[in-house]
């Protein structure tokens, strides 16, 4: 615990192997596409559909939890399920109501 405190990077151990520290994480959002249209054989994106996904990681069974952006963004990056204002992109702007576990 002390190495992370200070910064010092911790290597990870899965199946019983060394893994060397994660450097950099990246996460892709595309939106308004199909999957088929971004990582499929006829992609007008060769880099991004076959290129990157060779280099790191493609999550193929991630799925929206709602039909509009700002619940899948407020989700993505706090667990958070979508109220009835996220639901709907927050229409009207009003205080911002936080829901307690």
Known sequence: MAGLLAGAPTPSRAAGRDLPPVGHVFVLLLENESYGTTFGEGSAAPY?????????AL???YYAIGHSSLDNYIALVSGQAPNRQTQLDCGIFSGCQLTQP
């Open 48 to 56: 991004l559909g076959r290129t990157l996904p060779s280099q790191g």
């Open 59 to 61: 999550l193929r069974q």
